[in-house]
C-alpha cells in the first residue's frame, strides 16, 4: 500500500487548509484511516481518525477546528480551519487494516509540511 499526500502549504493564523491522502490501486476499504502529526522537537500525535463506518475521533486542540472526511473511494482528508502557529508540523497520513490471514497492517504516508505564521 503506498499512500499519497498533499495538500500542505504556508498559511497565515486563521487561514484554511485541506490535506488529501489517497491510495490509488487499492480496491478495499480500510479499517481506520488517521492524520498525525510531528512538530520539531516533539512527538508524533495523532489530530484526527474516521473509521470505516465513519466514527471520527479528534485531538482536544484541533476540535471544532479540524475535520476529517473520507470520499469512501480510499481517499481521506483533513480540513484545517482557523490555524494557529502551534499547528505548524509535518502531517502524516495513515492507514489501518487486517489482512487476509487477520494480521493488522499499518501503513504511512510521506509528510506534507503545514507552516502557519502568526
Known amino acids: 500500500v503506498q499512500l499519497q499526500a498533499s495538500g500542505g502549504g504556508l498559511v497565515q493564523a486563521g487561514g484554511s487548509l485541506r490535506l488529501s491522502c489517497a491510495a490509488p490501486?487499492?480496491?478495499?476499504?480500510?479499517?481506520?484511516m488517521a492524520w498525525y502529526r510531528q512538530a520539531p522537537g516533539n512527538q508524533r500525535e495523532l489530530v484526527a481518525s474516521?473509521?470505516?463506518?465513519?466514527?471520527t475521533n479528534y485531538a482536544d486542540s484541533v476540535k471544532d477546528r479540524f475535520t476529517v472526511s473520507t470520499d469512501n473511494a480510499n481517499a481521506f482528508y483533513l480540513h484545517m480551519n482557523a490555524l494557529k502557529p502551534e499547528d505548524t508540523a509535518v502531517y502524516y497520513c495513515?492507514?489501518?487494516?487486517?489482512?487476509?490471514?487477520?494480521?493488522?497492517?499499518?501503513?504511512w504516508g510521506p509528510g506534507t509540511l503545514v507552516t502557519v505564521s502568526s
Open positions: 490501486g487499492i480496491d478495499f476499504k480500510f479499517d481506520v
Open positions: 474516521i473509521t470505516r463506518g465513519g466514527r
Open positions: 495513515n492507514v489501518a487494516f487486517m489482512n487476509s490471514d487477520l494480521n493488522p497492517q499499518i501503513y
